[in-house]
């Protein structure tokens, strides 16, 4: 699953018209997609161009003080992600519906705010529902809701960050032994289920080849077949492969999909709730705080690797 990654140098290939263009004809041909030629010609700019702007984004977010740090990881995000889509969408984007940010978040944040109970609302068109179907081949429904707490939950980085403050895992490590990938027991009592059960389940929802052993929860992983949508998560800063420990509606949700709602959410505050994000930043009053710090380091450096390989897959 993890590419062989070194930041944005992993990128520098990227950084050239005739290699960008090559690469998108491969990736028209793959999909049958009509005149692959012509149109990796026409769009090889556009790509080049939207990794380019994303890294200067991130660049500058690296330096720049944390009250204005999520606009500009936002922003570098977004432009990633239209590259990515041009490799499987050589129209986009053919409407203007296809640029709004397809989520949207309570304007005005109530009295006695908290960033964990703060939630986006999907919308019908728009960004996130186009690179979902597009990137993901997934559906999201209109008018569904996720909390802040649901998506930090999903960030393997912020593990630690769970145990101090709340008490509890939210991951648990997966470890390797001779090639294979060992899950341990403990899993079953989180998941309420027998060997051969979670076996079948697990098997059904990673997008993955997974073999099971006959030595316990041991599988073979095929890091080749990765589509971005498998219940294994990487930790960027320790290197582990990990499996969330809630089962629920989540499980699957890319983590790429997370990355972009919690910096949409943290974007919009930094430019309309001045008064709440200063008090945050500055008076550090809960926990809020720290997770928010935290994820902004983790998505500096995150967010460029989850495309990364999603381009290289």
Known sequence: MTVDYKGWKSYASFFSAEHCQLYLKNHYNKLNIDNPEQKSYENCYAFLYYLEHGQIYYQQAENAPLIIKPILLFYGLVHLIKACILTVDPAYPETTSVLAHGVSTRKRKKQNYQFFQDEVKFQKNGLFPFMSEKMFHMKQLEGDKITMEELLELIPELDELFVVHESKSTFTPIYTQNGQMVVPE???????????????????????????????????????????ISPVKFNLESSAYLLPLKKENLFLFPELMVHYLLLYNLSMIARYETEWWSEITKMMPNRDYPFIKTFLDITLKKGPFLIYEYLMS
């Open 186 to 228: 403990k899993i079953l009592d989180y998941y309420h289920m027998t060997e051969d059960r979670f076996k079948e389940f697990f098997t059904s929802k990673s997008g993955n080849q997974i073999e099971f052993s006959s030595e316990g929860l041991m599988f073979q992983y095929d890091k080749r077949t990765f589509t971005g």
